[in-house]
């Protein structure tokens, strides 16, 4: 079974940063794109960023351009998504998902990320 477990959220001032991990199981990781995704209180998902298997095209959503770094490590089977200069608008739950269209992949368990003061 595919499985895509997030973690690393948590409380977090205005400003401050966070690193995001995403371990994957049960598919060959390194074939895949993925894709970050959150969904804030309310709100509908929104699509985060996506990196190709081999890392070698990289996008993101204007709302996180310049502040969000996304990498994976394709021998570890584990996706990252390094934060910094978040905003209270980035306060949703942060999830991994399987391939090129975020709307139709698997997606695991994800982690709450809230940036208050």
């Known amino acids: 079974d595919v499985q895509l477990q997030a973690f690393g959220g948590g409380l977090v001032q205005p400003g401050g940063s966070l690193r995001l991990s995403c371990a994957a199981s049960?598919?060959?990781?390194?074939?895949?794109?993925m894709n970050w995704v959150r969904q804030a209180p309310g709100k509908d998902v929104e699509w985060v960023s996506k990196?190709?298997?081999?890392?070698?095209?990289?996008e993101y959503a204007d709302a996180v351009k310049g502040r969000f770094t996304i990498s994976r490590d394709n021998a570890m089977n584990t996706l990252y998504l390094q934060m910094s200069g978040l905003k209270s608008e980035d306060t949703a739950v942060y999830y991994c998902?399987?391939?090129?269209?975020?709307?139709?992949?698997?997606r695991g368990q994800g982690t709450l990320v809230t940036v208050s003061s």
């Open positions: 998902v399987r391939g090129v269209d975020y709307k139709l992949g698997p």
């Open positions: 049960g598919f060959i990781f390194s074939r895949y794109t």
């Open positions: 990196i190709r298997s081999d890392s070698s095209i990289i």
